[in-house]
């Protein structure tokens, strides 16, 4: 079980659990396009994405995006059903965001 949140709730999730890990699942390309600050690549789409998330803390809080919001849930699905106790997926994803992006 995962949480779906807005990104208005995604913003101060980060805000105030400075330790959560931000997971960006969309392609390399779009995430040097423009990504959240501090965030993880993890391309859902690349065959290697269940070899890569094995390799995470499951014990720490995951806030998970993509571009819209479809990829980032299917990851939390997937996460929530590997043992990952704590992921939320922000619903509209980065198109939805008005905060700090970085570019690079």
Known sequence: ???????AVFEREIEGNPDAILLDVRTPDEFNSGHLPKALNVDINDPSFMEEIEKLDKSKQYLVYCRSGARSYNACNIMSNNGFGK??????????????VVVG
Not at 1 to 7: P, W
Not at 87 to 100: L, T
């Open 1 to 7: 079980m995962f949480d779906n949140i807005n990104a």
């Open 87 to 100: 992921v939320a997926n922000m619903m509209g994803g980065i198109i939805s965001w008005r905060g700090e």
